[in-house]
């Protein structure tokens, strides 16, 4: 079963951090303006008129725009987007440009190139990528260097934005318009090999390739050329004045950025590799590469060397030949397309493009035909590309539009909401006045019948009847009023004062009946001597009568002129008086009928 496709389902809405937005001006990427522009809540790519689909672990790899026009030819060759390449595929490029400019000081090297890569399809069994859904791999075949490349990068994919690409004005030459659903299509030039005269020509490249990787003390390796793009500033993939041959150290006009700070440097060659903390980072290159502090040999360049190409930025339809005359292996001789004693800069491999063409060979007599079809094509899709903007620049009109309305209608709502509320509010204070007026009315009735009766009993005592002449303002009604409010409270106090009477009656009249009216019972309470005196006077005869019963049944002899003064009677002796009375007790209180306390038998008895 075919592996499903998953296209436009994989994109979602960007999200890129502050920390990734720190790293990336930190890379100086987005110091140049419009250089960058991040998208805002959609969750499909739609990049203005000029841009195309990034991510920010390629910017971190080496991209930036516009692009190197090795990049181009890449994708132009290969039929790929860059959404289409991975993070690891992006740094393969980055370093891939990086050895040739550098340490071998020719230009990226097409033939070079096939001799070391290949792509295939990124994906499993059940699933192909369409973002990242090419890998671009070392052959196995081939002593590279070891890049140490992570197995996987996490969350690239969420990362998306929108670079600013220059037009070139050829549909070559141009990065194809971003189209996230477009499917991969797999081509003969993804595996296209160097010729024998391919590899012949680039024979001392793959030497020099060795002996930077072997010599003994001097070994290079991919970390190494990594941090040196990084240290740089300069962006490999990114289409320069001058190439690494020609770096000019810190006033270079292709930096984007000055210096990253030491750990800035170690943190981003440890996320962008494989290195483990134990792993160090080199801090100094055992080969010095090439720059304009240490030229270029120009006599140590064999000639093939000098006369190596690379994949060209924009292929001329004037320039193609018949397949038939093309070699079987996608490629071309570069002595047929350039003379030798001509130094050209590109070397259009056009058998390369078309037998990694995978569609029906076009006959030479319809190039002329087909230019033109081209550049009305263009024409058109420029035009669609305006009224695309347009368009868009009209969605987003009208969702700022919507937007407002929406805010308008929410403001409606609540003003809706307050004059309901206000309804509400007015209807519960028009339904509690109507309850205050009837309570208020039923109140002034009774009010009205209570003076009716006192005016009957007005009449029966003095023969006269009183009117209310204003009912609302009448201090008649209002001192009746007074009078009943204070009658109650008189009769409350009344009905206190009885039960407070009832409950002190006992004590101070113990032999009496109480009375049944409040009157009767006040006046109890109101004789000429003093309850309280009495009282105590009783109290005192008991204690009195008490302890002359205790003397006596002590059989002993008291001097009764001398009981009063306490300080004539010795302590001890009273105790003893007391202990010796305690066994009688109880028969001398029931016996002078009073009634003995409940209290515990511990205690001492009262004298």
Known sequence: ????????????????????LNL????????????????????????????????????????????HPFLRGLLYVYG???????????????????????????????????????????????VAYNIGGVVISVRSSVNYFDVKLPDSVQGWRKKWLYIREENHGCAEDNIPPFDGAEKILRRRSWDAEATEEERTSTE??????????????????GIQITAYFLRTRVQPLQARKNPFWNYAGDEDTDRLSTNLEVKDLDRLIRKISSLKK???????????????????????????????????????????????????????????????????????????????????????????????????????????????????????????????????????????????DVRKRLHAAETSLSEHISAQSAREAAVTKRIRIQNRRFVNRTSQEFELEDPDNDSLLDAVSFLEFHGTEAREGMDE????????????????EEPATFLGLAKCFNPPEDLGLKMRHENMKVAVESTVALVADSQQTIDWTKVGDTEQIEQT?????????????????????????STPSSSKPEV
């Open 24 to 67: 990336l001006k930190k890379l100086g990427i987005t110091k140049k303006p419009k250089a960058v522009c991040f998208p805002s809540e959609e969750s499909y790519p739609t990049p203005p008129m000029g841009y195309r689909v990034s991510f920010v672990d390629h910017l971190i790899r080496g991209l930036s725009a516009p692009i």
């Open 573 to 597: 002796k009273w105790r003893s008086l007391i202990k010796a009375a305690k066994l009688n007790t109880k028969k001398i209180l029931a016996y002078l009928g009073i009634k003995p306390s």
């Open 204 to 221: 001392a490249l793959m030497t020099r390739i060795h002996e930077l990787q072997n010599t003994r003390g001097k070994e290079l390796s």
């Open 278 to 420: 134990k792993d160090s980072i080199p801090s100094t290159y055992r080969v010095k590469p090439y720059s304009a502090a240490n030229a270029l040999p120009k006599e140590d360049v064999s000639e093939a060397t000098a006369s190596a190409q690379s994949p060209p930025p924009a292929v001329s339809p004037r320039n193609k030949r018949k397949r038939n005359d093309a070699e079987d292996s996608g490629t071309s001789k570069a002595e047929e397309a350039v003379p030798s004693h001509q130094k050209a800069g590109y070397d259009p491999y056009l058998e390369a493009l078309i037998s990694s063409d995978d569609e029906e060979e076009v006959p030479t007599a319809d190039v002329a035909a087909r230019t033109k079809k081209l550049a009305e094509a263009n024409e058109r899709a420029d035009t669609l590309a305006q009224k695309l903007e347009q368009c868009e620049e009209a969605r987003k009109k009208a969702e700022s539009d919507a937007v407002q309305a929406r805010r308008e209608a929410d403001k409606a709502k609540a003003d809706a909401a307050s004059v309901e």
């Open 1 to 20: 079963m075919a592996a499903a496709d998953l296209g436009a389902a994989e994109w979602e809405r960007s999200k890129i951090t502050n920390q990734d």
């Open 80 to 126: 790929l987007q860059l959404h289409h390449l991975t993070p690891n595929s992006i740094l393969h490029i980055s370093i891939f440009i990086t050895l040739c400019e550098a340490f071998l000081g020719v230009q990226p090297n097409w033939a070079l190139w096939k001799r070391i890569f290949f792509c295939r399809r990124n994906g499993s069994a059940n």
């Open 497 to 512: 004062a009885r039960a407070g009477l009832s409950k002190l009656f006992p004590y101070f009249f113990p032999k009496k």
